[in-house]
């Protein structure tokens, strides 16, 4: 179950949205499915992970 996120740290803005890919190419999950994150208000994206749990504990892991 999705966990609530804060705010984007650069603009403040909630418009978070999860991007799920497949992973290309050799490299270690080639063929998974791999999580990417971004605030639509101000264009900021985090990088991919292959699970979105990681994606938000990382979000989330920031200091206000």
């Known amino acids: 179950m999705p966990r609530e ?4 740290p650069f603009c403040g803005g909630t418009n978070i949205r999860f991007d799920e890919h497949r992973g290309e190419g ?3 999950h ?3 499915t791999v999580w990417s994150m971004c ?24 200091v206000d």
Not at 5 to 8: D, M, R
Not at 41 to 47: E, L, N, Q, S, T
């Open 39 to 62: 605030c639509y208000d101000c264009g900021v994206a985090f990088p991919n992970r292959y699970r979105r749990e990681l994606l938000e504990d990382a979000w989330n892991a920031r």
């Open 26 to 28: 050799r490299r270690m």
């Open 30 to 32: 080639s063929g998974e």
């Open 5 to 8: 996120l804060k705010p984007c």
